[in-house]
């Protein structure tokens, strides 16, 4: 754990440094720090920054992929990060641990993307009791698997957790170690290579469960909600540039993902990204809300986490209804 914490810092270092660099004559930039996982949903991040999206906002994002949530939770309270994109389940455990950071925005809702692939033989959910099962501990598979149990009245205790870090899942259940795997794309179609392997439940059928959000640090925000909104409004030229240049976006994106542009296309079915408008209409918020609450009752009740987070304090839908009221 110490090791991949200093070298997340490392990353972060290396990163701000190069950002600082500016030629002659050019107008400086802020740097502003981003971490994520490598999920397809955050690409538009990727093309804001290469298409001048963010310079026309007068910022630079910075680049930190990190996999590990716990590393990116001790980057926030130590104040070596600016913002993640992370999943709504993340974001109530980070709470419960104290992480200064605030929900602002929307990236993405999962619809399809995230799913449990089983073996042949397992035809339902109750056939995963006694079965051995690959996901990343207190992650979003973790997080999926355990509110379809809770919905459907099963209890977990009865199936064999595998645990393994999140590029690790979709390799497990290939080697034949589990008998299924949760888990997001693209894994989740590394996964169906296996012969028989089908999906068994995915966030198609049950799209509630798994949000993207953007999560910034409470100080930053509270300091200088300004550049956050310049976060934001980059992250919306991107969205509206990709749904008019489809094929010229996704080949700008797909290459951080090392994957083709049709396969990229391919992967982002399985989600929606979500424009201004509709993000900026209160139910939005609402919205948010009754996700994050059942996520952290659910997570309370089985012990993930000791005290259930507020979510009237960790979700901001201010800047966005105030998003253009200082734009360029």
Known sequence: MKKSVSLFFLLIIIAFLQGCAQKPHEEALTNVTIAFQSWVGYGPFYLAQEKGFCKEEGIELIFVDEQLDSARRDAFKQGMLDCEGGTIDLLVSKLAQGTPIVAVMEIDQSFGADAIVAAENIK????????????????????????????????????????????????T???????????????????????????????????????DTLNVRRDLMESNPGLVKKVMR????????????????????????????????????????DDYKIQADRSEYDRWATVFNAIADIKLASGRISQKPDASKHLNHTLMEKLYEDSK
């Open 234 to 273: 980059a992250w919306f030229k991107s969205l509206k540039y990709y749904s008019l240049h489809p094929d010229e976006a996704s080949t700008v994106i797909a290459k951080y993902y090392r994957i083709a542009p049709e396969e990229y296309r391919r992967q982002v079915k399985g989600l929606k990204w």
């Open 173 to 211: 259940f290939l080697a034949g170690e589990v008998d299924a795997c949760v888990t997001w794309e693209p894994q989740v179609s590394e996964a169906l290579k296996r012969p028989g392997a089908h999906i068994l439940a995915s966030t198609k059928e049950h799209s509630d469960i798994i949000i």
């Open 124 to 171: 339902k959910l109750e056939d995963l009791i006694g079965k051995r099962v690959a996901l990343a501990r207190d992650d979003v598979g973790e997080t999926l698997l355990s509110v379809l149990f809770y919905e459907n009245s099963l209890s977990l205790e009865g199936v064999i957790v595998v645990p393994r870090s999140p590029e690790k899942i979709a390799e």
